[in-house]
């Protein structure tokens, strides 16, 4: 599975990256009724991680990224290590554009897990990541713009 979301912020490249440098920010970035709860929150670098829970409700789950290729103001990776999908790479990209803005891309590779109930999970989490993007895109446009 493939997901792509692109907007842009009058930020300077150097705005956008140090906002997202902390995976702090994802309580930040991400939509009531979900709820983030932090376990182990290292500096976005070159194999750090983040454990942390998603709440949905009543209904937890427990996700666990390593950050690789960072690059930077221009970007960085996080790899699902634990969580509800087989496989979940998420490529996050600052580029600069002629009008002075920055576009903020977001790139995901997914593969949902075998069992029943993570086949829901995942399904339902994919199913809203445009509504999860276009909160993202408006929560970092108001914090940096």
């Not at 991680?49 to 690789?68: K, Y």
């Not at 930077?72 to 580029?95: K, L, T, Y």
């Amino acid at each position: 599975m493939h997901f792509r979301h692109r907007f842009s912020v009058r930020a300077s490249q150097a705005a956008v990256a140090a906002f997202h440098a902390d995976p702090r920010v994802l309580r930040t970035i991400t939509p009531l009724p979900i709820l983030v709860q932090f376990h182990h929150v290292e500096p976005i670098a070159e194999g750090t991680s983040v454990d942390f829970t998603l709440w949905f409700g009543p209904v937890p789950v427990r996700w666990i990224a390593r950050h690789s290729q960072i690059r930077g103001n221009q970007g960085f990776v996080d790899e699902q290590e634990r969580g509800p999908f087989q496989r979940w790479i998420h490529e996050h990209r600052f580029e600069p554009t002629d009008s002075g803005k920055i576009d903020v891309v977001d790139e995901i590779e997914a593969q949902l897990r075998a069992h029943p109930w993570w086949v829901l999970v995942g399904v339902m989490m994919w199913i809203t990541l445009p509504i999860l993007f276009a909160y993202r895109a408006w929560q970092t446009r108001r914090h940096l713009e």
